[in-house]
């Protein structure tokens, strides 16, 4: 099933065929990198869904095949469009993750679009980032950094913040605080925060906009921001706001 354009995440995205896209942040990484797949698919294309980092291997509706022997499908003959998720099994049960960086360049001619996740946050909201991570791929060609608006008014503590102490230093909340729109505004221009390690265009995700204060708030963040593609919706509920 197409989706409407003025609907389409592929197309907010400025998402084109030939990119590799490495997607960074909290607050709904691996869902927005499904429903691009979905969307891309839609437009005929063969996609390659990855991490440079682990996820959770997906379920079997997300895709429609997968290979985790690690040789991103190179011994199989990619002719259809679809969801092409590989990788490597990793250590902790029900979980993937990547390969190396110089074979994946080798191996995305296969494909018409790759998509990586290449952050991680413990299935928290919020995080500071060590001078490793993220781990984005030297081929990106697009880096999309996810946001979730609804962190605002929340309180900063080890359950909605992962590595507490660094997102301290770099925005100045302490535990206890409540996350304003200031803090969130620090995470994407700090020099250390969410793009530090970006490469190719840089496009910001603000999720989770579900409410008219929610978007208020994403305006106000917007309004802040000069020179950053940026997009605003829902991928829970599949909405673009802008």
Same mark, same amino acid.
């Given at each position: 099933?197409?989706?409407?354009? @003025?609907?389409?995440?592929? @197309?907010?995205?400025?998402l084109r065929r030939?990119?590799?896209?490495?997607?960074v942040g909290a607050g709904g990484k691996t869902s927005l990198m499904f429903r691009l797949a979905r969307e891309a698919r839609n437009r005929e294309m063969k996609v390659l869904v990855t991490t440079s980092t682990k996820? $959770?291997?997906p379920n079997s509706v997300q895709y429609d095949a997968l290979d985790l022997t690690g040789k991103l499908f190179s011994d199989q003959t990619i002719a259809a469009p679809g969801v092409y998720v590989g990788g =490597?099994?990793?250590n902790l049960p029900g979980k993937m993750q990547g390969v190396?960086?110089?074979? $994946? *360049?080798?191996?995305?001619? =296969?494909?018409? !679009?790759?998509?990586?996740?290449?952050?991680?946050? *413990?299935? +928290?909201? !919020? +995080?500071?980032?060590r001078n490793d991570e993220p781990v984005v791929d030297d081929s990106t060609t697009a880096t999309i950094g996810v946001l979730d608006i609804q962190t605002i008014g929340t309180i900063v503590n080890e359950t909605s913040v992962h590595r507490l102490g660094i997102f301290s230093q770099l925005t100045g909340a302490e535990p206890g605080d409540i996350i304003s729109l200031g803090h969130l505004l620090r995470i994407i221009c700090h020099d250390d925060g969410l793009f530090s390690r970006s490469l190719g265009r840089e496009i910001l995700f603000i999720n989770k906009v579900e409410s008219q204060e929610q978007q208020r708030n994403a305006e106000l963040l917007r309004s802040q921001l000069d020179n950053l593609h940026i997009v605003t919706g829902s991928v829970a509920r599949g909405t673009i706001l802008g």
């Amino acid at each position: 099933m197409s989706t409407p354009d @003025n609907q389409s995440f592929f @197309n907010a995205f400025g998402l084109r065929r030939g990119d590799v896209v490495s997607i960074v942040g909290a607050g709904g990484k691996t869902s927005l990198m499904f429903r691009l797949a979905r969307e891309a698919r839609n437009r005929e294309m063969k996609v390659l869904v990855t991490t440079s980092t682990k996820i $959770l291997v997906p379920n079997s509706v997300q895709y429609d095949a997968l290979d985790l022997t690690g040789k991103l499908f190179s011994d199989q003959t990619i002719a259809a469009p679809g969801v092409y998720v590989g990788g =490597l099994p990793d250590n902790l049960p029900g979980k993937m993750q990547g390969v190396r960086e110089d074979f $994946l *360049a080798r191996q995305r001619h =296969l494909f018409d !679009l790759v998509l990586i996740e290449a952050d991680g946050a *413990a299935c +928290k909201p !919020l +995080k500071g980032w060590r001078n490793d991570e993220p781990v984005v791929d030297d081929s990106t060609t697009a880096t999309i950094g996810v946001l979730d608006i609804q962190t605002i008014g929340t309180i900063v503590n080890e359950t909605s913040v992962h590595r507490l102490g660094i997102f301290s230093q770099l925005t100045g909340a302490e535990p206890g605080d409540i996350i304003s729109l200031g803090h969130l505004l620090r995470i994407i221009c700090h020099d250390d925060g969410l793009f530090s390690r970006s490469l190719g265009r840089e496009i910001l995700f603000i999720n989770k906009v579900e409410s008219q204060e929610q978007q208020r708030n994403a305006e106000l963040l917007r309004s802040q921001l000069d020179n950053l593609h940026i997009v605003t919706g829902s991928v829970a509920r599949g909405t673009i706001l802008g």
